[in-house]
């Protein structure tokens, strides 16, 4: 009865949403959010996290274990390149690319820019992240770091990424969109793979939500809807335990919309 009755009421609530461009999907296991929200509380570090980037939006924290990274690669050029020139300043090449833009924001030496979007193929328009490194002088073995934002094709690009190139990055900087999209069934079992397919090689060590966006509470479970996560690969990361306070003193609000701090589900679980 209870199938017959879901199979009546679909339709009619296709039919009402429509004009709204809308259409219902099935909503996700709270407890099956819960879990993934668990597997990415932030770990302690020993080595301290710092600021790479300006003040607001474009800056980012990383462990300072940057000695012996060879070169970053930033897909997604906005306006500002604080983030890429500091790693620049510090030795590191620096591989951008975005096929809506035609250069960085700033000049560098070391900046070698690409006209294309990252995502799950290659042509004219899109590289995957392997074939965008294969076709640079970093193509060997030696340690990399990821700062990607690039509005919600970051998905698509994890999950396409070989493992053993997602290995080479001790440090990824990843912009994640569309989180309250979590309830969502169809879309969480795509995320839910994508971070879990960087726990296998990483564990994030903060998270800092964009105060772009505003955030969704459903289920006893706070989630801002844009977050960026710092990933440190797991032969780097010595320390025990879980970091316990946020925002960190370093943090910075991307917009001038009311602050958001990290809900407390996302890092106040008991081990």
Same mark, same amino acid.
């Given at each position: ?5 879901? @199979?009546? +009421? ?5 039919? *009402? ?75 590191? @090449? ?15 030496? +070391? ?28 193509? %060997?073995?030696? %340690? ?74 459903? /289920?006893?479970?706070?989630?801002? /809807? ?8 797991? %032969?780097? +990361?010595?320390? %025990?335990?879980? @970091? ?7 943090? *910075? ?5 009311? *602050? ?12």
């Amino acid at each position: 009865m209870k199938h017959d009755m879901r @199979q009546f +009421l679909k339709p009619l609530l296709e039919k *009402s949403i429509e004009p709204a461009n809308a259409f219902p999907c099935g909503m996700t296991n709270p407890l099956a959010v819960e879990a993934v929200i668990k597997l990415l509380r932030p770990h302690a570090t020993e080595k301290g996290l710092i600021r790479l980037g300006p003040l607001g939006d474009g800056g980012y924290l990383v462990p300072d274990d940057l000695d012996g990274i060879s070169a970053c690669f930033s897909p997604g050029v906005s306006n500002i390149s604080g983030f890429e020139k500091d790693c620049a300043q510090r030795g590191m @090449q620096v591989y951008l690319a975005d096929r809506s833009v035609d250069g960085p924001a700033e000049e560098h030496s +070391l900046f070698s820019f690409t006209k294309r979007y990252l995502g799950a193929l290659t042509n004219d328009d899109f590289m995957t992240m392997d074939s965008w490194v294969d076709a640079t002088a970093h193509n %060997d073995s030696s %340690d990399l770091l990821l700062q990607i934002d690039i509005e919600g094709y970051e998905y698509e690009v994890f999950l396409s990424m070989t493992d053993a190139l997602l290995r080479r990055f001790r440090i990824i900087v990843a912009e994640f969109h569309y989180l309250d999209q979590f309830w969502n069934r169809p879309f969480f079992a795509i995320a839910e793979k994508a971070f879990r397919k960087i726990l296998q090689t990483h564990k994030c060590v903060h998270i800092h939500p964009n105060n772009c966006c505003g955030q969704i509470s459903k /289920r006893g479970l706070v989630i801002p /809807r844009v977050m960026e996560f710092t990933f440190y690969r797991t %032969d780097r +990361l010595l320390a %025990d335990g879980y @970091q316990t306070q946020f925002p960190h003193p370093l943090d *910075s609000d991307n917009t001038n919309n009311p *602050s958001i701090s990290l809900p407390s589900c996302w890092y106040q679980y008991v081990t």
